[in-house]
T-cell receptor
Framework: DGGITQSPKYLFRKEGQNVTLSCEQN?????MYWYRQDPGQGLRLIYY???????QKGDIAEGYSVSREKKESFPLTVTSAQKNPTAFYLC????????????????FGAGTRLSVL | GESVGLHLPTLSVQEGDNSIINCAYS??????FIWYKQESGKGPQFIID?????DKRQGQRVTVLLNKTVKHLSLQIAATQPGDSAVYFC?????????????FGKGTKLSVKP
């Protein structure tokens, strides 16, 4: 099946711990995105990447880090600097990146729910 | 899964009725709009999109209307079914944005009564 796979579905973080959320896509999409969703709020952009080995901060990047070593993968690390990490994290991808305006549909994974112990 | 619909505007409709969900977007330069459906504990699913050179687009049981004069977008669902119960939100893309970044609304929770 083609799509976007996020893992794990549920994740618990201890104080002072870094945790990494996985996002893999087999859609051959260029662009990938990470969003945070809190109850009653819209999706907020954390980081995005339009091409391998390049990524940009979104609106709420503080306390998070990403890498894009492969086209298929865009892992998100929630660092200990993120003081309020409890949220639902969504990864998305879309088919065009640089060398053209990206105005395509973003397709989402099923999400990872992160909680603090 | 945990609800993502807390404190959202709620629309309650009877099964079989038509539903209209509204969205006011923020930027007059936005030229591309998407409606997503999100069921509890799941990721958003694409429903329908529309570009600013159109004012109406129809899909299967859904219609999106765009009024650029008042920066308003609506999603109409015909013959609403229990499976349509979810949070619906619109997203806009601002003209000239090279990153394809979408700005998402907060959403409306649709509840369908059997």
């Amino acid at each position: 099946d083609g799509g976007i796979t996020q893992s794990p579905k549920y994740l618990f973080r201890k104080e002072g711990q870094n945790v990494t959320l996985s996002c893999e896509q087999n859609l051959n999409h260029d662009a990938m995105y990470w969003y945070r969703q809190d109850p009653g709020q819209g999706l907020r952009l954390i980081y995005y990447s339009q091409i391998v080995n390049d990524f940009q901060k979104g609106d709420i990047a503080e306390g998070y880090s990403v890498s894009r070593e492969k086209k298929e993968s865009f892992p998100l690390t929630v660092t200990s600097a993120q003081k309020n990490p409890t949220a639902f994290y969504l990864c998305a991808s879309s088919p065009r990146g640089l060398a053209g305006v990206v105005k395509d549909i973003q397709y989402f994974g099923a999400g990872t729910r992160l909680s603090v112990l | 899964g945990e609800s993502v619909g807390l404190h959202l505007p709620t629309l309650s409709v009877q099964e079989g009725d038509n539903s209209i969900i509204n969205c006011a977007y923020s930027n007059s330069a936005s030229d591309y709009f998407i409606w997503y459906k999100q069921e509890s504990g799941k990721g958003p699913q694409f429903i329908i999109d529309i570009r600013s050179n159109m004012d109406k687009r129809q899909g299967q049981r859904v219609t999106v209307l765009l009024n650029k004069t008042v920066k308003h977008l609506s999603l109409q669902i015909a013959a609403t079914q229990p499976g349509d119960s979810a949070v619906y939100f619109c997203a806009e893309n601002i003209n000239g944005g090279s990153q394809g970044n979408l700005i998402f609304g907060k959403g409306t929770k649709l509840s369908v009564k059997p």
